[in-house]
């Protein structure tokens, strides 16, 4: 007698649910980033459909569309040919939409669909389980190239591997907490919820490389200007940052978030820019092909409300009066008229020092 199949179980409550979450990332018709302005509009056109939208900055952006199913009469993927739609028509932006049944399904779906196009998970267990299968360990939310190479130590190189494998297995190389999220993660389950806020709450800036970038020095030269620039347009708007957001996107379309809180509130560039450093250097992307990065300062207040730690320190006296002058001499000649020393990088033909060892 031929044995029977074992049944397959239910899927956790996490995966129950129906396809709607979409994940949108925004271009324009030449496939350039949005601006900050034409940015908030296309979340106002986001909350035309529902109240929970979630802002990404600086070009994406998560919306629930749950409730608004029976409104519309459509289903997740409906909603989403309405969304371009109307965002080509009104605005001149390519949406690139993923939906699926949470967050990470949705992120991924979007990585597969064509520009300006939409890409969909099926609500089944068996579909979700056969679009993860094949994908290197990297397509996961929150697994970074450290944890992917980890994984892979232990041959679990794909989603599908990491879903075969026990829970306690992920947790001794991963650690209790993260083993047990990409055990979940890996099954298609991914209970973290869209979270409504306001694109005020922050602010961010991107720099895109114009191949992927292998070279550590070449990737801070990009997170200094970025620093530089954000630090710039806190300033100028009066406000100060109590966190910062890295986001690191790889040739493989894939990303990595990481967000570190400040000592203090502050719109300082040293500061921001050292948050940035130690942010890319926990990430130990020695060699990983990076195709762009993304800085975001988070938890904005008044700087009014931000207290400035006094010192003895002539060098850090200095280095806000410098500021203070280059923040008027942009306002009179512009904001490309000054950018820090170190974003041009060596002189051509000037050889490189090495730490000794």
């Known amino acids: 007698m031929t044995p029977k199949a074992p049944p397959v179980p239910p899927p956790p409550a996490g995966a129950r649910r129906p396809p709607g979450t979409l994940y949108v990332r925004f271009r324009t018709a030449a496939g350039e980033p949005v601006g900050a302005r034409r940015y908030e509009q296309l979340l106002g056109l986001l909350g035309q459909f529902t109240p929970v939208v979630q802002a990404l900055p600086p070009d994406a952006a998560l919306a629930d569309v749950r409730g608004a199913l029976r409104y519309f009469d459509r289903d997740a993927a409906g909603i989403a040919a309405l969304v371009r739609l109307r965002a080509l028509a009104w605005y001149g932006v390519r949406c690139t939409i993923g939906v699926g049944a949470n967050p990470q399904l949705a992120r991924i779906a979007a990585q597969d669909a064509p520009p300006g196009g939409i890409g969909a998970v099926p609500a089944d267990p068996r579909s979700v389980a056969a679009f993860l299968d094949r994908r290197p360990a990297s397509a996961l939310y929150g697994v970074g190239p450290a944890a992917a190479r980890a994984l892979s130590a232990y041959g679990l190189d794909s989603i599908g591997k990491i879903a075969a494998a026990p829970p306690a297995t992920l947790q001794r190389i991963l650690g209790a907490r993260a083993g047990r999220a990409v055990s979940e993660r890996a099954r298609g389950i991914d209970p973290t919820p869209v979270t409504p806020d306001a694109v005020a709450r922050s602010i961010a800036a991107e720099h895109r490389f114009a191949h992927d ?56 560039g040293p500061a921001l820019t050292a948050a940035a450093y130690a942010l890319h250097a926990a990430l130990g992307l020695q060699r990983a092909r990076v195709r762009a990065l993304a800085l975001r300062a988070e938890d904005l207040c008044r700087a009014e409300r931000a207290a400035r730690q006094l010192t003895f320190d002539a060098a850090d006296d200095k280095a806000h009066r410098i500021e203070a002058a280059v923040d008027r001499a942009r306002a009179r000649f512009g904001a490309a008229a000054i950018r820090p020393a170190g974003a041009f990088g060596p002189a051509p033909g000037t050889a490189r020092r090495h730490p000794r060892p």
């Open 213 to 268: 970038e292998l070279d550590p020095d070449r990737r801070r030269r990009a997170l200094l200007s970025l620093a530089d620039e954000l630090g710039a347009r806190l300033r100028v708007d009066g406000q100060a940052a109590h966190a910062l957001t890295l986001t690191v996107r790889y040739a493989d379309r894939s990303t990595t978030t990481r967000t570190r809180r400040l000592d203090a509130p502050t719109a300082h």
